[in-house]
T-cell receptor, first 114, second 113 residues
């Protein structure tokens, strides 16, 4: 499978716990994006990387959220001290620079904070 | 800033044409996209159009772009039950070297057999 893969597919956690999600982009793609999607809404931009550099972070990304892409390949998104409002689908997407901006999405990680 | 708006719901009969509309605000957008999302899944790129084009056709899909009015539409000919999904309009912006794609709220298409 050469698409974007995300792990885990589902995560249930208790409020106050930390969670970490992983994204493996399409191998030749140098740009990687994280989005958050809540029920009935479109994906909201969180942050993106060009290779290992994190180029932009949304104001939605509070200081409890951190993302890394240490070697310019896979990326992790960590949420510390989770809150019920963090419950959402977290989507990862990747693209190659210059390819008409086309994003290719993974299936997402559904987070439920109890 | 960027804001993309869509109507929330559309219901059509199988075999009819569907037209999903979208308005956007960033006049500097270079590409506009249509994505499809089925329940519990990520987003699938259906088609896209470059901002200097008025129309693009791809099999059953026709995209129309009115750049003056910042209006984008997706027409699906001969709509099938498998087309039932949420459709998102999105725009690509490049501001100061920061490139991102902004999505609308989605239109839920229901196809009645």
């Amino acid at each position: 499978d050469t698409g974007v893969s995300q792990d885990p597919r589902h995560k249930i956690t208790k409020r106050g716990q930390n969670v970490t999600f992983r994204c493996d982009p399409i191998s030749e793609h140098n740009r990687l994006y994280w989005y958050r999607q809540t029920l009935g809404q479109g994906p909201e931009f969180l942050t993106y990387f060009q290779n290992e550099a994190q180029l932009e972070k949304s104001r939605l990304l509070s200081d409890r959220f951190s993302a890394e892409r240490p070697k310019g390949s896979f990326s992790t998104l960590e949420i510390q001290r989770t809150e019920q409002g963090d419950s959402a689908m977290y989507l990862c997407a990747s693209r190659q620079t210059g390819d008409a901006g086309k994003l290719f999405f993974g299936s997402g990680t559904q987070l439920s904070v109890l | 800033g960027e804001d993309v708006e869509q109507s929330l719901f559309l219901s059509v009969r199988e075999g009819d044409s569907s037209v999903i509309n979208c308005t956007y605000t960033d006049s500097s957008s270079t590409y506009l996209y249509w994505y499809k999302q089925e329940p519990g899944a990520g987003l699938q790129l259906l088609t896209y159009i470059f901002s200097n084009m008025d129309m693009k056709q791809d099999q059953r899909l026709t995209v129309l772009l009115n750049k003056k009015d910042k209006h984008l539409s997706l027409r699906i000919a001969d709509t099938q039950t498998g087309d039932s999904a949420i459709y998102f309009c999105a725009e690509f912006s490049d501001s100061g070297g920061y490139q991102k794609v902004t999505f609308g709220t989605g239109t839920k298409l229901q196809v009645i057999p």
